[in-house]
């Protein structure tokens, strides 16, 4: 059966370090995956997308890596701050009828303390 | 931009009422999609829109649920009539086209508990 599959439990880290979250994903074969921001009591919002011919994209902070034949991506923040605390959910695109459908993790939380 | 706007914010109903959840997309955006989120199933897509058309109502989880986009700018969400199963954060989203690789824009959500 097709599955998504992130940390389900929340990542703690100490301000400044680096946060590596994973999504991993089976029977899918993503043309693009995407990783949103998701804040208490707010909607998702989009950090990075990453093609299946991209090895690595990098957005300030951020890195995304696309491993399609782990079927694995990973989310970096470097230099991470208490604002970076939130659920960070991977999405992939599930190749329908040529729409951006999307399909989403579970997502992880991750908390930063200083 | 105000960004997608979503209506109302919060809503408590009882089992058996008619709930409306409303939507106004990021405008010149033509795609629309209407998302339920749970602690228990996470974020999962309900139905898209492409153009005002509905163009995937897959996830539509029964004939209780209805959703109609009379014009680009508006879309409802109906549930009628309403579970306590239904509670839950209903998101709208938009994207600019329904080419693949698009950006999803999300609405703030609409809050439901249905007692």
């Known amino acids: 059966s097709q599955k998504i599959e992130q940390n389900s439990e929340a990542l703690n880290i100490q301000e400044g370090k680096t946060a590596t979250l994973t999504c991993n994903y089976t029977?899918?074969?993503?043309?693009?995956l995407q990783w949103y921001r998701q804040d208490p009591g707010r909607g998702p919002v989009f950090l990075l997308l990453i093609r299946e011919n991209e090895k690595e994209k990098r957005k300030e902070r951020l890195k995304v890596t696309f491993d399609t034949t782990l079927k694995q991506s990973l989310f970096h923040i470097t230099a991470s701050q208490p604002a970076d605390s939130a659920t960070y959910l991977c999405?992939?695109?599930?190749?329908?009828?040529?729409?951006?459908?999307?399909?989403f993790g579970a997502g992880t939380r991750l908390a930063v303390h200083p | 931009d105000a960004g997608v706007i979503q209506s109302p914010r919060h809503e408590v109903t009882e089992m058996g009422q008619e709930v409306t959840l409303r939507c106004k997309p990021i405008?010149?955006?033509?795609?629309l999609f209407w998302y339920r989120q749970t602690m228990m199933r996470g974020l999962e897509l309900l139905i898209y829109f492409n153009n005002n058309v509905p163009i995937d109502d897959s996830g539509m989880p029964e004939d209780r649920f209805s959703a109609k986009m009379p014009n680009a700018s508006f879309s409802t969400l109906k549930i009628q009539p309403s579970e306590p199963r239904d509670s839950a954060v209903y998101f709208c989203?938009?994207?600019?086209?329904?080419?693949?690789?698009?950006?999803?824009?999300f609405g703030p959500g609409t809050r439901l508990l249905v007692l």
């Open positions: 029977n899918y074969s993503p043309a693009y």
């Open positions: 999405a992939l695109d599930a190749g329908a009828g040529g729409y951006n459908k999307l399909i």
């Open positions: 405008s010149g955006h033509n795609s």
């Open positions: 989203a938009s994207s600019l086209t329904s080419g693949g690789a698009e950006t999803q824009y």
